[in-house]
C-alpha cells in the first residue's frame, strides 16, 4: 500500500495507468484508483469522487503523453467511484459510458451516461479494445472491464485488494454476487487492477478463495439461527465475531445480504423483522 501515491500516473501494463484518488477512510482504503488505458486516445475508468485537484491530476497524466480523453466509464455508481465524471468530461469533453443508477438511496444521481453499457460490448479505447463483463452483486448495475489483449480486468469493487467488499440490499445481491465471481472463471485473466489498493496478481486464486469465504459465512449464518428468531442486529454479533465491533453496522449489510439468498433458496424465514430457520 506504501507505493499507492495520490495523484502519481503508475503504469500497470502497456497501454494502462493507475491514478490514485485523495479520498482514503474505512470503506475506500488507500482511496479510490482511477485507470486511464488506450493507444491512440485514452479512456479514463472510475474518474472518483468530486475532487478538482484529482480531476487535474487525471488531465494532467493524458495531457503529458500527449493524448485526449475521449471516454469515461464507471465500474459502478457508488459516490467514490463516479462523481467526479462530470467534471471531468466537462474539462475534456470525453464521452460518459457505462450502467444506469439503481433507485437505493446509495447512488451518485449526477451520473448520466450518453450510452448505456452492457454484457459483452467491445469498446474501442483509443485502438485498445476493452470488453464490458456485466457483474451485479456488490450493486446490481456493476460492470467489470477486460483488455483483453493484456488479460488485465478491471475490477471495481467486485473484488478488490486484501478485503472482502459489502453486499448492500436491496441492490447488492450475494446470489448475484457469488455467481458473478463464478462467471470470471469463464475468461482468461492473468491481472486484475482492483478500485481500491494495488493489483491483484493471482486472480483467480482470489476468487475461488472469495467464493469459499462466502460460502463459509454462509454457512455460519444458517448455523447461528439455531432454531431461534432474531433479528440482523442480534445475529451479526454470532456470524461476525471475527469482525470488530466497530465494523458490525456494515457486515449488518452483508448479513442481511446472506439472508436474502437464503430466504428465497426456502432455507429462512422472514416475519416482522426476524429470522429464523
Not at 485498445?128 to 448495475?141: D, Q, S
Amino acid at each position: 500500500m506504501a507505493a499507492l501515491i495520490p495523484g502519481q500516473p503508475t503504469p500497470i501494463a502497456p497501454h494502462a495507468w493507475r491514478v490514485l484518488g485523495r479520498n482514503p477512510g474505512m470503506m475506500t482504503g488507500p482511496g479510490t484508483n482511477s485507470y486511464l488505458l488506450g493507444d491512440r486516445a485514452l479512456t479514463v475508468i472510475d474518474p472518483g469522487p468530486v475532487d478538482p485537484e484529482h480531476t487535474r491530476a487525471l488531465v494532467d497524466a493524458a495531457a503529458a503523453q500527449g493524448k485526449a480523453i475521449e471516454q469515461i466509464l464507471v465500474t459502478h455508481t457508488h459516490r467514490d467511484h463516479s462523481p467526479g465524471a462530470v467534471a471531468l468530461a466537462e474539462a475534456t469533453g470525453a464521452t460518459l459510458l457505462g450502467p444506469d443508477v439503481p433507485d437505493d438511496g446509495l447512488q451518485d444521481e449526477s451520473w448520466a451516461p450518453a450510452r448505456r453499457l452492457r454484457h459483452g460490448d467491445v469498446l474501442d479505447c483509443g485502438g485498445v479494445p476493452l470488453e464490458v463483463i456485466a457483474t451485479p452483486g456488490h450493486v446490481g448495475n456493476h460492470l467489470c472491464y477486460l483488455m483483453t489483449e493484456q488479460a488485465l480486468l478491471f475490477t471495481g469493487d467486485h473484488l478488490i485488494q486484501g478485503s472482502t467488499v459489502v453486499i448492500a440490499p436491496p441492490s447488492g445481491s450475494m446470489a448475484a454476487y457469488m455467481d458473478s465471481l463464478a462467471l470470471l472463471r469463464d475468461y482468461r485473466i492473468d491481472t486484475m487492477a482492483p478500485g481500491h489498493g494495488d493489483l491483484i496478481v493471482e486472480p483467480m486464486e482470489t476468487v475461488e478463495k472469495t467464493l469459499a469465504h462466502r460460502r463459509e459465512r454462509e454457512k455460519k449464518v444458517f448455523n447461528a439461527l439455531d432454531g431461534q428468531a432474531v433479528t440482523v442486529q442480534e445475529l451479526v454479533t454470532r456470524v461476525y465475531a471475527d469482525v470488530p465491533d466497530f465494523l458490525h453496522g456494515v457486515a449488518c449489510l452483508s448479513l442481511e445480504a446472506h439472508l436474502i439468498k437464503l430466504r428465497d433458496e426456502g432455507r429462512v424465514t422472514h416475519e416482522q423483522g426476524k429470522w429464523s430457520v
